[in-house]
T-cell receptor
Framework: AQTVTQSQPEMSVQEAETVTLSCTYD???????LFWYKQPPSRQMILVIR??????QNATENRFSVNFQKAAKSFSLKISDSQLGDTAMYFC????????????FGTGTRLQVFP | EADIYQTPRYLVIGTGKKITLECSQT?????MYWYQQDPGMELHLIHY???????EKGDLSSESTVSRIRTEHFPLTLESARPSHTSQYLC???????????????FGEGSRLTVL
């Protein structure tokens, strides 16, 4: 069975600064996806970034980037130039590459961006 | 914005009532999912469907049931609600339409259920 662990229940950062959210996972699969999803207060959860396990290059999406360490089973999210709109719950998630699209989530990290 | 809608957003009901949480998507996605989310906890998959007349139970056991008679519609029903069913229920879908990346799920805004 796969598990996803987020050890930081809450984080805070000042506007324009950089913050890193941690995630570790456990799996015996070799081919899988890792995701970071963002859930703003009272709004829909949306995809932030995705990493394919077979790709060594870390994924980036504008101000969001990941540090994917496959051997260590670590998948952290770095948010650069933090904005007030980044305030949200962030969930790390695992998906087997089996066309089921079933996600296994971590417990989430609540990020507060301060002015 | 994702084209997936859930109703009601908030529901407070008494024990023993039957409730149905509605979920609809307009993207033509074949795959749909129900996740249960308790405060401060991860989301747990309780039901999923890969198309019309296909439904499967998820990783977390649930007393709820689902149906998939139409592609766009995936309602969740509790025949007799209990306080232990108090939670937030998130519906999601996945497919080619609207997806930036393979495996991207689109989520509704959630239905927060409170059973007294």
């Amino acid at each position: 069975a796969q598990t996803v662990t987020q050890s930081q229940p809450e984080m805070s950062v000042q506007e324009a600064e950089t913050v890193t959210l941690s995630c570790t996972y456990d799996t015996s699969e070799n081919n899988y996806y890792l995701f970071w999803y963002k859930q703003p207060p009272s709004r829909q959860m949306i995809l932030v970034i995705r990493q394919e396990a077979y790709k060594q290059q870390n994924a980036t999406e504008n101000r969001f980037s990941v540090n994917f360490q496959k051997a260590a089973k670590s998948f952290s999210l770095k948010i650069s130039d933090s904005q007030l709109g980044d305030t949200a719950m962030y969930f790390c998630a695992f998906m087997k590459h089996d066309n089921t699209d079933k996600l296994i989530f971590g417990t989430g990290t609540r990020l507060q961006v301060f002015p | 914005e994702a084209d997936i809608y859930q109703t009601p957003r908030y529901l407070v009901i008494g024990t023993g009532k039957k409730i149905t949480l509605e979920c609809s998507q307009t993207m033509g996605h074949d795959k749909m999912y129900w996740y249960q989310q308790d405060p401060g906890m991860e989301l747990h998959l309780i039901h999923y469907s890969y198309g019309v007349n296909s439904t499967e139970k998820g990783d977390l056991s649930s007393e709820s049931t689902v149906s998939r008679i139409r592609t766009e519609h995936f309602p969740l029903t509790l025949e007799s609600a209990r306080p232990s069913h108090t939670s937030q229920y998130l519906c999601a879908s996945s497919g080619l339409a609207g997806a930036r990346l393979d495996g991207e799920l689109f989520f509704g805004e959630g239905s927060r259920l409170t059973v007294l």
